[in-house]
Nanobody
Framework: QVQLVESGGGLVQPGGSLRLSCAAS????????MGWYRQAPGKQRELVAA???????NYADSVKGRFTISRDNAKNTVYLQMNSLKPEDTAVYYC?????????????WGQGTQVTVSS
């Protein structure tokens, strides 16, 4: 099992910045990748950014150049630095971890943290 605890959400004005954190605990040794998803009201959950155990990253087109995902292996924590925030970035942001054991893939989710971009 993997437990994920997010923090760092809040209210910010357009153009502002926020940093989300996701601390992982439990069976973290077999985590292959971690990422951030978001879900706005009335919309499907979508991938925002992901980072593999090897450090490769992937971003949604809508956040490229504005968001940066990173990880601190010593702290078992993944970060999402969000700059130049727009009202359309408003959503609940969820941390995700993918753990592979043998050939079976397991998905874990955090509880979500609200990000609101508004003046």
């Amino acid at each position: 099992q993997v437990q994920l605890v997010e923090s760092g959400g809040g209210l910010v004005q357009p153009g502002g910045s926020l940093r989300l954190s996701c601390a992982a605990s439990g069976s973290i040794f077999s985590i292959n990748a971690m990422g951030w998803y978001r879900q706005a009201p009335g919309k499907q959950r979508e991938l925002v950014a992901a980072i593999t155990s090897g450090g490769s990253t992937n971003y949604a087109d809508s956040v490229k150049g504005r968001f940066t995902i990173s990880r601190d292996n010593a702290k078992n924590t993944v970060y999402l630095q969000m700059n130049s925030l727009k009202p359309e970035d408003t959503a609940v942001y969820y941390c995700n971890a993918v753990r592979v054991v043998a050939v079976t893939e397991y998905d874990y989710w955090g509880q979500g943290t609200q990000v609101t971009v508004s003046s």
